[in-house]
């Protein structure tokens, strides 16, 4: 039998498969793609908590239906989204490397003159689905300050592990790191 974790968020109730990460570790599969009932309520929690921003930015993939939700739900008509490869239509592009738990191998994050120019001197909100390790969030962020933006806050719709614990990030709700036998990791 498949093992899963109940979480709940945004109102919500979802059960989540346990995958395996490596021998000793386990995570929950949390994927708002294909859910617009999640990805809709998740919007609107996290606009009732989000900072003043002048823009919204996400990593591709997963955050990309999360923020555009935002974006809708807020009236705005743009958003930004820092690209796993750069494409024909990019013009003086801008690069950053990430690392994260989900892909185990470093990747590269893209963004091009046009976002350079829409984050220069203005208040930009990081959004993810999950901030884990933080390392996408730091990519992100790396991308904005050579932009010239000022990051206005860092928001995702679970902390797992460790995240829970910073101080610098703002979630609905907690997801924890599973043992090989379906517990959660307890620290």
């Known amino acids: 039998m498949d093992q899963v974790y109940e979480l709940k968020v945004a109102g919500l109730i979802r059960q989540l498969p346990l995958c395996k990460v490596s021998d000793e570790l386990y995570i929950g599969a949390f994927v708002i793609f294909g859910d617009v009932e999640l990805t809709v309520h998740s919007a609107q929690e996290l606009l009732k908590i989000a900072p003043e921003h002048d823009i919204m930015i996400t990593a591709e993939s997963k955050g990309i239906p999360l923020v555009y939700e935002m974006a809708r739900q807020s009236g705005e008509n743009k958003y930004l989204i820092a690209r796993k490869a750069p494409k024909l239509y990019m013009k003086n592009v801008v690069s950053t490397e990430v690392t994260s738990i989900t892909t185990a191998k470093k990747q590269m994050l893209y963004i091009d003159s046009d976002d350079v120019a829409l984050m220069k001197g203005k208040r930009v909100l990081i959004i993810d689905d999950v901030i884990s390790t933080g390392e996408s969030l730091r990519a992100v962020e790396k991308l904005v300050k050579q932009s010239g ?39």
């Open 149 to 187: 933006g000022t990051v206005a806050g860092r928001m995702a719709i679970l902390a797992e592990g460790d995240a829970k614990y910073r101080d610098d990030i703002q979630y609905l709700a907690y997801l924890p790191l599973f043992n090989p036998d379906g517990t959660p990791k307890e620290h």
